[in-house]
C-alpha cells in the first residue's frame, strides 16, 4: 500500500496504522513524506500495528518527523522515535525492513540496523530436499 506524500499528519497516520494492524494480505506500507512526527500516540500505533500485523514485514518511514522546534530538540526527538522503533524489533521479529530517515546519529543508525539485521528471513531450501542418487 503506497501512502507516500498524502501530508496524513499525526491523526492519519494513526488512522492508517490501526487499520493495517489488521490487514491480512498487506506485506509492505509506504507512509513516507506525511509529515507526522514522533509523538507518543504515534509511536504506539506503529508498535501496536507492527506486533499485531505479522504479514506486514516492511515499513517505510522516510522524509517523516516534521517539527517546528529547534534543530536541537528535532535531533532528540527524532533519536528517540528510532530508538523506540528499535525496541519494538524485539517483539516485532517478522518485521525485517523499515526505512528511516537518515538524521540520526552513527550509534542509533547502527543500533538500529543490528535490530533489523537480526529479523532477516531465514534463506532456506525450498522443497523436500534432495533427490537421491540411484
Known sequence: MNLGGNHLRNAGTIKVLRGVSIAKNLK????NDNQFMEEEEVLQAIQDCMIKNKELGRYDFRFNFISDYGKLAFIILFVLGVERITDILSQANHVYDVE????????CLEAFRAKLGENKPKKG???KGKKKKK
Not at 28 to 31: A, D, P
Not at 100 to 107: T, V
Open 28 to 31: 509492505k506500507i509506504y507512509l
Open 100 to 107: 528511516i530517515p537518515e538524521r540520526i546519529s552513527k550509534e
Open 125 to 127: 531450501k525450498k522443497g
